[in-house]
Each structure stands twice: as structure tokens, then as C-alpha cells.
């Protein structure tokens, strides 16, 4: 499977209804999640993205409970080239979390934020702008890569948080993600005065982007998206856990224009919507995340309990996960 592909794992062997089963890859540790439940039967079920920044080789994907720890290890592969358009020029605007940039700017954090790197902010948003990747436009897949930080401060420098690097990843014409590098204490460490626990991760995807409530236009080669609602995933409340999976986060809009297309036909100008694109269509893609079914099933047994991992296909509607 490739780095930032999409794996289902199941473990048996908890405690019937377990919680707080934490998931996780080595070798590098990477939290995926922390919260994942055992079902009545003891089994425990995590279905999610691997760290784009996975190196190739083998790794380790744990579930690790109370009284139990088991692992399989799963064999990570570069990337394939995303076919498409090379993006010439990009850009995004998002606030954030409004909540949460008016906590930081309140009486109670007493605090700022300052953008590096390319950022920048013009109130009620941060702005990314230039960016490098490939996207096909017809099928809506590939991935847009930005530079530039936020970095997030209060409480007398007790709470700090970065989030930056950017990615967009457009998964089809209703769904996509924001990916980020995040690192910082929660507000709660904060506020204990705890800043020894500090999450750092890279290009987790960060937020869920529904496209099918957004705004989307077409102008010659360049897509605008606008008013798309965000909301948090599991891996980014594991990542940034002031907030549960599925929180809903600031609209995001953002702007898409490609160049070097003479292998690809663009539509006509107007809205973009699904049924413009044809199931061959999308199904000729071969995104970063977007594989085939392929491989094996990776079982390992440890102490009365096992793990299975299988890649998940999102390539096609319809493709069912190795069990």
C-alpha cells in the first residue's frame, strides 16, 4: 500500500466494549487515533490514511488497549505519480476555527497568532497562496501542496500550536481533505500547566471537506471552490484533541489552476457538478491514495488477539476491503 493510502485494520481480543484503544504505526511512532471502542465481541475496528510521510518499507500498525497490544506489520510503497495537470497556481482561505481564534485572542489565553513561511492572515482568514502538485480537473483527484505556518500561542507561551504544509486532496467532485503538519499541547495541558505532551504529526488529514455543499465554478482551466463546509476527522482530533471527530470547522474556499493538460480534455466553462463527470472518468485516475485492491492479508497473533489489515480501494464505487 502507499504512503497516505487508506487501510482498514481489525483487532480481537479486548474487553467486550473497551474504549480509548489507541492506534498507532512505528517504526517513527504516528498516533492515528485514541479513542477507537471494542465492539460487544471485543473486536476493535479502525478504518483511516496512513501518514502521507510514511517511508517506503515495513511498518507496524498497533492496537493498543488496557491489558492488550497487538500489531501487524504492513508493507508501505512509494507514492505513484498522480496523472493530470500540473497545478501552476493555487490558493486557499480558512479561518481555522473562529471558537477557537477567539479563545486564543480572549480574556482567558490572552494570546495570538502569527503566521511564517508564506502564510498570511487577513481577518477572518489565513491565506496560503502558490503551490505545487498535479490534479485532474475532470475527475477531481490529486493533491496541491502549500508552505506556510500558523503558529498559535496563549496562556503566557504555556499553550503552543503550530499547523501548517497545507494539502489539499481532492478525493472525488464531492469530497475532499485538508491535510497538515500539526504540533502543540491541548488546551487542557495547557491550562494544567502540562506542556511535556506535545502531539507532533505530518500531513494528517486534518479535515473532511464536503464539495458536494460548496460552490464550485469552472474558468477556463482554473477551479474555485467556495463555501465548503470542514469538519474535523478522527485523525485530527487525535492530532488536535480540543475538539471530537466530526466538529465542524470554519468553510474553507480555495482555487485551483492547472497548466501542461495536453493529455487531458477539459470540460466547458459553468459549474462543475457530478454529473459531469462519467464513472470511466473518474475511474481512470490514478490519485496518490487511490490504488487498486492489492496484496495480501497481513496477520500477526499476539497475546490471545489478532490484528487484520487489508487496503481499502477508493478507486472505484462499489470495490469491498480484503477481509
Request: net charge negative; proline share 6%; hydrophobic share 45%.
Given at each position: 500500500?502507499?504512503?497516505?493510502g ?6 480481537a481480543?479486548?474487553?467486550?466494549g ?9 517504526s517513527?511512532?504516528?498516533i492515528?487515533?485514541?479513542t477507537l ?25 498497533t ?9 501487524a ?12 495537470c500540473?497545478?501552476?497556481?493555487a ?8 471558537s ?18 508564506g ?74 500547566g ?17 464539495l458536494?455543499?460548496?460552490e ?8 474555485t ?49 457530478a ?7 473518474a475511474?481512470s ?39
Open positions: 500500500m502507499p504512503a497516505g487508506e487501510i482498514s485494520a481489525s483487532g481480543g479486548f474487553a467486550p473497551e474504549t480509548d484503544i489507541k492506534v498507532v504505526v512505528y517513527t511512532p504516528v492515528l487515533e485514541q471502542a471494542a465492539d460487544a465481541d471485543g473486536v476493535a475496528t479502525w478504518r483511516g490514511l496512513l501518514p502521507a510521510t510514511l517511508s517506503p518499507g515495513e511498518h507496524t500498525l492496537f493498543q488497549g488496557k491489558d492488550l497490544a497487538l500489531g506489520p504492513i508493507a508501505v510503497l512509494a507514492p505513484l505519480p498522480v496523472s493530470g500540473t497545478v501552476q497556481d490558493s486557499i482561505d480558512w479561518g481555522f476555527k473562529e477557537f481564534r477567539s479563545y486564543i485572542s480572549g480574556s482567558i489565553a490572552h494570546g495570538t497568532w502569527e503566521v511564517s513561511d502564510a498570511a492572515y487577513t481577518t477572518p482568514v489565513f491565506q496560503w497562496r502558490g503551490a505545487t502538485g498535479t490534479v485532474e480537473l475532470t475527475a477531481m483527484t490529486g493533491q496541491v501542496d502549500f508552505a506556510g505556518t500558523v503558529t498559535f500561542t496563549g496562556h503566557d507561551g504555556l499553550l503552543r500550536t503550530t499547523v501548517g504544509s497545507p494539502r489539499i486532496r481532492l478525493v472525488d467532485d464531492a469530497h475532499a481533505q485538508l491535510l497538515l503538519d500539526v504540533s502543540g499541547v491541548t488546551m487542557e495541558d495547557a491550562l494544567a502540562r506542556t511535556d505532551n506535545v502531539v507532533t504529526v505530518s500531513a494528517v488529514p486534518f479535515v473532511d471537506i464536503d458536494a455543499q460548496a464550485l465554478t469552472r474558468d477556463g482551466s482554473t477551479l471552490v467556495t463555501g465548503a463546509p470542514t469538519a474535523i476527522t478522527a485523525q485530527g482530533s487525535t492530532a488536535f484533541p480540543n475538539y471530537p471527530a466530526g466538529t465542524a470547522f470554519d468553510p474553507i474556499a480555495f482555487s485551483i489552476t492547472v497548466t501542461d493538460c495536453a493529455a487531458q480534455a477539459l470540460p466547458g466553462d459553468g459549474e462543475v457538478s454529473s459531469g463527470t462519467s464513472a470511466d472518468a475511474g485516475a490514478m490519485p496518490v491514495w487511490g490504488w487498486a485492491l492489492i496484496g495480501a492479508l497481513a496477520l500477526l497473533f499476539a497475546a490471545g488477539g489478532s490484528v487484520v489489515t487489508s487496503v481499502v480501494s477508493r478507486r472505484r464505487k462499489g470495490a469491498e476491503a480484503l477481509r
